[in-house]
């Protein structure tokens, strides 16, 4: 059977007979693909299968593939702002603690300095406060990017190599089948420069191109088993 992705670049609005020009592959006509497609569940993963690999057909439902990120994205978001606002108190309240009544102890500053470093470490770790307005531009981003990618030349992509009698999962691309992506084009492809996308843009990029590939790829990974198992 053909890569998945493969054929999902030949099925486009035109119905032209597919063939994989395989001896013994059965042919394949675009409605045995929009059918193997429906078989894939709704959500992130055949969007973004959709998005990436047939745009035409993507192109009509781009709401569905924005409505997909925003509700992948809005837990991390909230997840992320509650442990703010917890520090935020934890340091407010050790503060009014040191004040409330006589001499101030060691033991409460020690404690205010322990949560101000608790919150600057939150900080740090929370998504820049203009992801949301940035996330349509991160998203065409990273869908550019699982779309484009070249295959890793270790396992030529397929995530598995033979370690012995075992296929095992490939190390170089950690099973992803994908080679890596320098920081740089990372930047450029959201209209940044490379010091600003590593200070402030590079964990929220990573973070949504682990989900985004993850889901696609299951995605894939179950409309190649609804294909084999219809032909
Ligand atoms: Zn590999």
Redesign the pocket.
Known sequence: MGNVRELMARLGPSTVKFDTGRGGTPDLTNQDIAAALGMVPAGLGRELLEACWWPDGAALRRHKLRDAVIALVTPELRRQQRKLADARTELGLAEVCMGWAGAVTAEQRAERDRAAHRLGQVKAQCWPISTLESLPTLAAAVICEIARRP?????????E?MSGDLLVA??????????GVSDRRRAASIGRDEAGYRRTWKPVYEWLLGKMQEAEQEAAWLMRSAISSAA
Do not use: D, F, T
């Not at 295959?151 to 995530?159: D, Y």
């Not at 490939?170 to 080679?179: A, D, E, P, T």
């Open positions: 295959h890793c030349q270790a396992c030529e992509g397929r995530g190599v490939c190390k170089v691309c950690g099973g992803s089948g994908l080679s």
